[in-house]
């Protein structure tokens, strides 16, 4: 869909996705982004001179600097760790993906608590 893979991950990589995603939800009014707190998201001139721009359409939310607890797939982590990959006896990596990806394909969908989430303000 989008045309930014393969390339190093830096600000202006960012900025022409957030353009592209600009580009492609065109008919919604607002778009949000929910950002980590890599470097090249905030510490960018590109980033902010982006936002002076197109911050009234394409709004930027940052998580906090360390809160995996708000990050769904940091959850899946946790679990597969905790039940697979914590003191597993493999001789190699193949050996563990194969427990992993059985474990990871039994999964149907992960309950999210919605509770760590605020409402969206409109």
Not at 11 to 16: D, I
Request: net charge positive.
């Amino acid at each position: 869909m989008f045309t930014t893979a393969g390339e190093k991950r830096a600000g202006a990589l960012f900025v022409r996705h957030l353009h592209e995603l600009r580009g492609h939800w065109r008919r919604y009014r607002k778009v949000h982004v929910i950002c980590d707190n890599a470097k090249f998201h905030h510490d960018c001139w590109a980033v902010w001179e982006f936002g002076s721009q197109y911050g009234d359409r394409v709004v930027l939310h940052f998580l906090p600097k360390y809160a995996p607890e708000l990050n769904p797939i940091e959850r899946v982590g946790w679990i597969l760790h905790d039940q697979i990959t914590r003191n597993h006896q493999c001789k190699d990596l193949p050996e563990l993906v194969d427990l992993a990806l059985p474990w990871l394909a039994d999964r149907k969908r992960f309950a999210i608590d919605a509770g760590a989430y605020p409402p969206c303000p409109s």
